[in-house]
């Protein structure tokens, strides 16, 4: 298994323009996880889906950001509109069966606000 | 509300020491903790997990233990090398029906050759 895919790498975007990152966990993962990196507030975790149903979603930040899983092995995180405050690495991860068993993350998407 | 704290936020040490990286957690009833590594610019690899009835795991060069009561972790890096340079995350998964993981701070980790 190639392990969780994150696309884009980077993404350069000027404030106000729509961004959307994407996210496929590893093949028979049931739970998928959205976390965002700075260096002021860390690692944080924005939502996370349970067999595509999303399951908590209080770490996100407010209304222009939101999370979509349609199916098991694809997953989007849009924000719009998008703000310089947004700059962060966003990354993904996904487990089987919650965190019992460790999480696999991605490599993460590189999100510079202009 | 969980918080969990690494100390110390940064550490240097020449090549072959011994070392050891302090995670702290203020709330005991976790699920289990993991120890991350971060390289710059790339994601989280998994290094050891740890579930809350165990005390400790190894894997090769590293050792982490875990002391629910007094609410730490440890990660204890045998005969470092330049290749384990990196930043050092726990985090930790709270009991009950919660799935999220809280993260430490992390720890930037230098071994000079």
């Known amino acids: 298994d190639a392990g969780v895919i994150q696309s884009p790498r980077h993404e350069v975007t000027e404030m106000g323009q729509e961004v959307t990152l994407r996210c496929k966990p590893i093949?028979?993962?049931?739970?998928l996880f959205w976390y965002r990196q700075t260096m002021m507030r860390g690692l944080e975790l924005l939502i996370y889906?349970?067999?595509?149903?999303?399951?908590?979603d209080s770490g996100m930040p407010e209304d222009r950001f939101s999370a979509k899983m349609p199916n098991a092995s694809f997953s989007t995180l849009k924000i719009q509109p998008s703000e310089p405050r947004d700059s962060a690495v966003y990354f993904c991860?996904?487990?089987?069966?919650?965190?019992?068993?460790?999480?696999?993350f991605g490599q993460g998407t590189r999100l510079t606000v202009v | 509300k969980q918080e969990v704290t690494q100390i110390p936020a940064a550490l240097s040490v020449p090549e072959g020491e011994n070392l050891v990286l302090n995670c702290s957690f203020t709330?005991?009833?976790?699920?289990?903790l993991q120890w991350f590594r971060q390289d710059p610019g790339k994601g989280l690899t998994s290094l050891l997990l740890?579930?809350?009835?165990?005390r400790e795991q190894t894997s090769g060069r590293l050792n982490a233990s875990l002391d629910k009561s007094s609410g730490r972790s440890t990660l204890y890096i045998a005969a470092s090398q330049p290749g384990d340079s990196a930043t050092y995350l726990c985090?930790?998964?709270?009991?009950?029906?919660?799935?999220?993981?809280?993260f430490g701070t992390g720890t930037l980790l230098a071994v000079q050759p």
């Open positions: 740890i579930q809350s009835s165990q």
């Open positions: 709330d005991s009833a976790i699920y289990n």
């Open positions: 889906f349970n067999n595509n149903v999303p399951i908590d």
């Open positions: 985090a930790v998964k709270g009991g009950g029906a919660t799935n999220k993981l809280i």
């Open positions: 991860a996904s487990s089987l069966g919650g965190q019992a068993l460790g999480a696999f």
């Open positions: 093949s028979g993962h049931d739970y």
